[in-house]
């Protein structure tokens, strides 16, 4: 069982920079697919930014620009680099992990963004 353990959030001014990270209890080496996931007020976890195996990048259109995802195979973790934060987003910041055998999501940090 792969544990997921995120770090890294906090309060930030707005234009502000803040870096999470994911660690992975094993090796991440397996995993085709990482991304992180946001959920704000309500139900819905909202993708943010994702990155296969090969480290091809894809991002929301509201963080791109601003936001640089990057996987470390050797320290088994995910990052997840944000600048220029805005208030909008402000929300808990989940990892999640994707191999054959399923996917893995941690217990989320919060980021928030506010003056």
């Known amino acids: 069982q792969v544990q997921l353990v995120e770090s890294g959030g906090g309060l930030v001014q707005p234009g502000g920079s803040l870096r999470l990270s994911c660690a992975a209890s094993?090796?991440?080496?397996?995993?085709?697919?990482m991304a992180w996931y946001r959920q704000a007020s309500g139900p819905k976890r909202e993708f943010v930014a994702g990155?296969?195996?090969?480290?091809?990048?894809t991002y929301a259109d509201s963080v791109k620009g601003r936001f640089t995802i990057s996987r470390d195979n050797a320290k088994n973790s995910l990052l997840l680099q944000m600048i220029s934060l805005k208030p909008e987003d402000t929300a808990v910041y989940y990892c999640n992990a994707e191999r054959i055998s399923g996917a893995y999501w941690g217990q989320g940090t919060q980021v928030t963004v506010s003056s």
């Open positions: 990155i296969t195996s090969g480290g091809i990048p």
């Open positions: 094993g090796s991440i080496s397996s995993f085709y697919y």
